[in-house]
């Protein structure tokens, strides 16, 4: 498994989560909901048909991970933030709201060639059922499919689409060969997972601003507000790694990978001998359960697990201050409840 999980399932929210419990008025936020929800059905249906291909094997294989589920994290993103303006073009909505998630999933094709997958979202991974190669392909086919649907949306959409598909591939350099000789190894994993998932996130929430005709300073806070989004979304995977077994997946799953997290490498930078004795066990082998649960047992009771939570929860209350320049509609409390959700899971 990559640094920068792409998307697993205890990361995601829907839309009835973040729309039931928001403050705008019940009438706008049940119009909100409605409006979201007929999207999201919009999309999904387009996203099998955008995966289709002249070959049985390849449809097949380009829709293998659409078929296994997914939250749509990015399309909820990008119809939700279509809601801060009076009009919405539907048609691009769809459209942006399937070029993201085809972009996403295709990036996932590729991250389960790199770690070795064996399974994705619950179901056999596309490198295991085929081979590597024709995952990688297949991975390759969704980014062209995204390519050539934002193209019907104009050269501002695809050059935006271009810089962010630019982004995820230095991410994924950046993480594969790790930091360089004197970088704060803390620092490069928040440069890592900026690109790899803050990226196209924060491209889901301006694609939704722009199908509403919002202006360029509020474009431009609804791209900070994702870039932030996305670190807390997965900074708090980091968290939940270690602090929860009631996600579905194994507690400790990245310690045992040796994946670095947020709360290991703050624990990293410590001169304390204890807690240079505790990274040292973190960095053993720990295949073994019982070495495991030792770790995992120390690093819940450590303060570093306190100073984690501060960071994920200083980067919502700063992608929130970000939502106070869009408009007050349900949507702005929509973005705003999706960061508090967020949050919430790692306390």
Known sequence: MTVARAESDRSALDAGSVL???????????????????????????????????????????????????????PLLVATAAGLGEQVAEDALVVAAEVVELTHVASLYHDDVMDEAE????AESANQRWQNSIAILVGDYLFARASDLVADLGPVWVQLQAR???????????????PAAGDDPLEHHLRVLADKTGSLIATSCV???????????????????GEEIGLVFQLSD????????????????????????????????????????????????????DRLDEVLT???????????RDHVRGRAATAQQHL????DRAARAALAEIADQLVDRVH
Request: charged share 30%; hydrophobic share 35%; no cysteine.
């Open 298 to 308: 120390r690093l819940r009771a450590h303060p570093v697990i306190g100073r984690a």
């Open 20 to 74: 039931a419990t928001d403050t705008a008025s019940p009438d706008s936020r049940d119009r909100l909901e409605a409006d979201v929800r007929r999207r999201l059905e919009r999309v999904e249906t387009g996203l099998l048909a955008a995966a289709e291909a002249n070959s049985d094997l390849v449809t097949e294989a380009a829709q293998h991970i659409i078929r296994s589920g997914g939250k749509r994290f990015r």
């Open 119 to 122: 399974v994705r979202r619950g």
């Open 238 to 289: 980091d968290l939940i790694d270690i602090t929860s077994d009631q996600t579905g997946k194994e507690p400790g799953t990245d310690l045992r990978a040796g994946v670095p997290t947020l709360p290991t490498l703050m624990l990293a930078g410590s001169d304390d001998p204890e807690d240079r004795a505790l990274t040292e066990l973190i960095g053993s082998d720990l295949s073994d359960p």
């Open 207 to 225: 694609f939704g601003g722009m199908t509403a005709g919002l202006s360029q300073p509020e474009l431009d806070a609804l791209g900070a507000y």
């Open 324 to 327: 106070q320049q869009l408009p």
């Open 164 to 178: 962010t598909f630019a982004r995820l591939v230095q991410g994924q350099i950046a993480e594969t060969v790790g």
